[in-house]
């Protein structure tokens, strides 16, 4: 019963990632595209508490949808006005569109079982057998609070915390910088 | 159960897309939306592999953390550089920025 929820939810955020992804580049639209990117992130978000990390599914809801989301739609309408979005895709579409077909069956391709059967070397000298991993061990610890104290503990991630809080700052004012308008 | 398998698949998938949309489309803007689908999918990787592969190790969350953190930063710099333009040159379409251009 357990394993049936798992797989539903599993289906059901795997489309809600997917789809609206889909839709954001073909739409002719922006603010819908916009939309549909806060849709998508949420479906990222559910896939995080899938994989039991609640921490980083509310960061997501939290910075990714509910900052760089209405960032992004901040963007769209400050930039509008005189575009008229009547070709949305420019010349080399095509090529793009087969890039990206490639890309994707390269990457599904390395990463499936049956690449073990067929015997290639590369995957046998990593010695990993992560392609048929089914049940993954349970998750003894409550992975919030092992991240509050590993990101506080000298000997865990306290300077790449810090560091990550220059980075910001110095983004922030980066931003501000940049997009001020010129006291002429 | 969900093999890791599936995840990854879920992952390159949205990268790809994301690949698609950064190397189709005109807008800026829609450029930008497009980077944001490939570093979730980077994302969706990390967060998969820590949790079928070292589970009692949580530094691949903080990794995760990290790019998120990275992804911020980078979509706010990235999208003051377009107003920015859009100031300077009416247009976001990426075609017609090409000062720089030979």
């Not at chain 2, 992952?11 to 005109?26: N, P, S």
């Not at chain 2, 800026?28 to 592999?49: C, D, H, K, R, Y």
């Not at chain 2, 190790?57 to 953190?69: D, P, R, T």
Request: negative net charge; proline residues 3%.
């Amino acid at each position: 019963m357990q394993e049936t929820i798992q797989v539903i939810a599993f289906i059901a955020f795997t489309i809600m990632t997917l789809l609206p992804a889909l839709l954001l580049v073909l739409s002719r639209n922006l603010f819908h595209s916009a939309l549909y990117l806060l849709a998508s992130l949420f479906g990222v978000a559910g896939l995080m508490v899938l994989l039991v990390a609640p921490f980083l599914a509310a960061i997501q809801v939290l910075v990714y949808m509910g900052a760089i989301g209405i960032l992004i739609i901040f963007g769209v309408m400050l930039t509008r006005g005189m575009m008229k979005m009547d070709h949305i895709f420019n010349n080399q579409q095509a090529a793009a569109a087969i890039t990206a077909v490639v890309l994707f069956i390269a990457l599904v391709l390395t990463l499936s079982p049956l690449v073990d059967e067929m015997d290639i070397d590369p995957l046998e000298k990593l010695n990993v057998d992560f392609t048929t991993i089914d049940e993954p061990p349970d998750v003894g610890y409550e992975t919030v609070r092992e991240i509050g104290r590993v990101i506080a503990d000298r000997n865990g991630f306290v300077l790449p915390f810090e560091v990550a809080s220059i980075l910001l700052t110095a983004a922030m004012i980066g931003a501000i910088v940049v997009a001020r308008e010129d006291e002429a | 159960m969900i093999p890791l398998y599936a995840y990854l698949v879920v992952a390159a998938a949205l990268f790809c897309i994301g690949v698609y949309g950064v190397l189709a489309r005109r807008n800026a803007i829609a450029i930008l939306m497009g980077v944001e689908l490939m570093l979730n999918a980077s994302i969706i990787n990390l967060v998969a592999f820590w949790r079928y592969m070292t589970p009692e190790n949580i530094s691949g969350q903080v990794f995760a953390a990290f790019v998120l953190v990275v992804a911020a930063a980078e979509a706010a710099v990235g999208l003051a550089l377009v107003i920015a333009i859009y100031r300077n040159r009416r247009t976001v379409q990426a075609e017609e920025i090409n000062l720089l251009k030979w």
